[in-house]
């Protein structure tokens, strides 16, 4: 059987991503016949700028930073980020798109972060692999504060101080579970037939194959 391949791809400014990102992929890892790697994007704020948000270093020595000429080699792809004033940062929307999240607060902007990374999914015809309630009797828990949403995992930062809860790397873990499911599919002939669109043969065609971007018609985002 033919190994799908998953990346997770996330930015992370205090390591709050960076902490669902290690358990999503433990979730989509835990899927037989699947291999995970984990990625970061490039930063765009200098440390001098990073120091005055008292942000620690963003990068880790473990994980590499990928290239949008990377993507194409993944069978499906996970994304995740912070929320700035309820829309993705500025490092993603430099990279490309979005779908796990974090956010200062509940009504920080869990989901309308992730419906407005979704219009880059769509510019690049990928296929958008929503959580929906798959998490069961967790997605309605009340009783604590709780990140994420049908459209993916997510966590509350508050002042920076708090961390993933266990219910959130919950939900994390089986969100990764179940899109590394889902994007198994994609080996199936049927599935692709099914969904893949025309190439395009005008050669300045927008979506023109030569995009790297553009030949990720099968790569399922990240729901983050």
């Known amino acids: 059987m033919a190994t799908t391949k998953i990346y997770v791809v996330y930015y992370s400014t205090y390591g709050h991503v960076a902490a669902l990102a290690e358990e999503i992929k433990n979730g989509a890892a835990s899927v037989q016949g699947v291999e995970v790697k984990l990625w970061q994007v490039p ?3 200098s440390a001098e700028a990073l120091g005055k948000m008292g942000a620690p270093p963003t990068k880790r020595e473990d994980v590499p930073v990928i290239t949008p000429a990377e993507l ?7 994304f995740g980020f912070p929320t700035r004033f309820g829309a993705m940062p500025a490092q993603f ?5 979005g779908l796990f999240c974090s956010t200062g607060c509940q009504g920080g902007g869990q989901e309308t972060t992730m419906l407005t990374a979704v219009t880059q999914l769509v510019h690049h015809g990928m296929v958008f692999v929503p959580v929906g309630y798959t998490f069961g009797a967790g997605m309605f828990e009340v009783g604590e504060v709780k990140g994420g949403s049908p459209y993916g995992a997510g ?11 266990q219910l959130e790397l919950r939900q994390a873990f089986h969100q ?3 899109f590394a499911a889902i994007a198994k599919l994609k080996t199936t002939s049927l599935l692709i037939r099914m969904i893949r669109p025309s190439p395009p043969h005008h050669p300045h065609d ?8 553009n030949k990720l018609w099968m790569r399922c985002h990240l729901n983050g």
């Not at 929307?93 to 798109?97: E, G, I, P, R, V």
């Open 72 to 78: 194409v080699d993944a069978d499906g792809l996970l």
């Open 155 to 165: 966590t509350v930062a508050g002042d920076g101080s708090r961390v993933p809860t």
């Open 43 to 45: 930063e765009t704020l």
């Open 93 to 97: 929307t430099a990279f490309m798109a």
């Open 206 to 213: 927008p979506s023109s194959q030569s995009n790297p971007l």
């Open 176 to 178: 990764g579970k179940y």
